[in-house]
């Protein structure tokens, strides 16, 4: 495959609708689900990074004598194996390629139609069924998700660019093509076999099998031990190691090795959190135990990449609607960081600024003229909420930036800078405000105008609930583990606050507001920083 071509743009039947949206956005306007794998036929096959290698059509699957298999190497290939191995995996309709991924993962399935979520009733959804309604006759959130990250995956590798971003608008945070080219560069560098394929894909499949409430009941059952309370990557992660997700049985020990600490690495490093900045450099922690491990962590990314491209499945199931350009970008920006820190280059907290320097260079391009000092603490904290405030353009950083050095006062700002700062370790932990960013989105929404002044009041009306969110007392630590470097505080308790009237015409209720309970985000590494 050529790296520099061009995604191949393909004329689409229908009119497709362009209006503005969010990266927290959940309403999408039809797109008709192709089924026809005549979309297919003129594609560009994602095999090697070289225009001269040819498409990898499953003759090349090489599986060593020497490595011990978890599964019956004399058992008849599975009917995905198959077409992994001829090549027909990339040119079958959807629907039919869905229809095998189902029965080869009924169990994983059935799960994933139990997950809890939460759907907004009132977005718009394509003409025509669902992925899960054309397999199950009923709409499953999770399911259609999922499945959509399988067909990206197909997008990516039959370089269908406009099947690709679909839905996407307006044209201004769309992915480019150049995006589009840098992501089909890094599946080829790990795709080289047919194992390969369907590791990817047992990996997506069994991602987000921790929200389904009955794998921590389940692992209750069989271990004693009540582990609902945790994230759903670790309940996974848990399940996983006592053998309650069977797919992993069919994979290598070392690509089982290889998903594993893929799952060990989500349980305590989120990809979007760094992205925003809404963690802390002690949360990339989990990077260092990757070193050594450069295959586990591509999978791993890669898996993130699909999962992110099928993250609005549940409402548009035609396109990967949430891989815009502004996300892509936030993403590509976490995977230079993992390097950096994988490969000895980064400490943490260098590693973590390059998210902060980066996103001050983007709004220097979108002609922001202020410049920041990532050294002083005064700077760096207004540049992290520039991330956590997701601002794109010099109108919404000057927002956080009145807010910031305008309308707190200076005891409360000193206490923000400080809290901003911590990187988190032992007797000192950061807190990780989660969802932060999803309220501040709110905040400066919800007003009565939409005016400037109106915008501010808000925002800094949020930074003083921040400031308090992120003090750590003496008691909290008392009644914390010792070990812990992150504590979490989820903010969506905000919610009903922020769509309020009375925050709309008062934001300072928010004064009022309570903080909320402490979780246990990170603990100490004792790999070497």
Not at 41 to 48: F, H, K
Not at 104 to 131: C, H, M, V, Y
Not at 390 to 400: K, M, P, R
Not at 490 to 495: A, G, H, M, Q, T
């Amino acid at each position: 495959m050529d790296e520099n071509a061009q995604p191949d743009r393909q004329t689409k039947d229908g009119n497709r609708w362009f209006n503005f949206i969010s990266s927290c956005s959940s309403l999408f306007q039809s797109h008709t689900w192709r089924q026809s794998s005549n979309i297919y036929t003129n594609s560009t096959p994602l095999a090697s990074a070289e225009s001269t290698t040819k498409a990898y059509t499953g003759n090349r699957i090489r599986r060593s004598r020497k490595l011990r298999m978890s599964f019956d190497n004399s058992a008849s290939p599975s009917a995905l194996r198959k077409i992994i191995d001829d090549g027909s995996f990339w040119t079958l309709p959807d629907l039919k390629v869905l229809e095998i991924i189902k029965n080869e993962f009924s169990d994983e399935l059935k799960r994933l139609q139990k997950a809890t979520f939460i759907r907004n009733p009132n977005a718009p959804r394509p003409r025509g069924k669902s992925i899960s309604e054309n397999l199950y006759q009923q709409d499953f959130a999770e399911v259609n998700r999922t499945l959509v990250g399988v067909l990206a995956l197909r997008w990516l590798h039959n370089n269908q660019y406009e099947e690709f971003i679909g839905t996407q608008s307006p044209p201004a945070i769309v992915l480019q093509p150049d995006s589009f080219a840098w992501l089909r560069r890094i599946f080829s560098d790990f795709i080289k076999s047919g194992d390969d394929i369907y590791t990817l894909i047992t990996s997506m499949v069994t991602n987000d099998l921790g929200k389904d409430p009955n794998l921590a009941s389940d692992y209750a059952k069989k271990i004693g031990q009540d582990i609902s309370q945790v994230n759903h990557d670790m309940i996974l992660y848990r399940a996983v190691k006592v053998g309650l997700v069977p797919a992993l049985n069919n994979l290598s020990l070392q690509n089982q090795d290889d998903v594993l600490l893929g799952i060990k690495l989500g349980s305590n490093f989120n990809f979007g959190q760094l992205a925003q900045a809404e963690n802390a450099p002690a949360s990339l922690a989990g990077l260092l135990e990757m070193r050594g491990h450069k295959r586990a962590f591509e999978l791993r990314f890669l898996e993130q990449v699909l999962d992110l491209s099928g993250a609005a499945g549940h409402e548009d199931w035609t396109c990967a609607k949430k891989m815009i350009e502004p996300i892509f970008q936030s993403y590509k920006n976490v995977y230079d960081v993992a390097h950096a820190i994988i490969g000895g280059k980064k400490t943490l907290r260098q590693g973590y600024d390059m998210i902060l320097i980066r996103k001050l260079e983007l709004l220097h391009r979108a002609g922001y003229k202020r410049q920041f000092d990532i050294h002083d603490p005064t700077d760096r904290a207004l540049m992290r909420l520039f991330c956590i405030g997701n601002t794109t353009d010099t109108d919404s950083a000057d927002v956080f930036f009145a807010a910031f050095r305008e309308r707190l006062s200076d005891k409360t700002r000193q206490k923000l800078v400080r809290g901003l700062n911590v990187d988190g370790g032992e007797g000192c932990p950061a807190v990780q405000p989660t969802y932060i960013p999803a309220m501040l989105t709110k905040a400066a929404g919800n007003t009565a105008t939409g005016a400037v002044e109106e915008k501010v009041r808000s925002i800094t009306a949020m930074l003083r609930y921040l400031t308090r969110c992120l003090v750590v007392t003496s008691e909290d630590l008392a009644n914390l583990p010792e070990t812990i470097t992150v504590i979490e505080r989820d903010v969506r308790k905000l919610i009903p606050v922020l769509d309020s009237r009375e925050f709309r015409e008062n934001p300072n209720v928010l004064d009022d507001e309570p903080i909320p309970g402490n979780q246990v985000a990170n603990k100490v590494s004792h790999v070497g920083r």
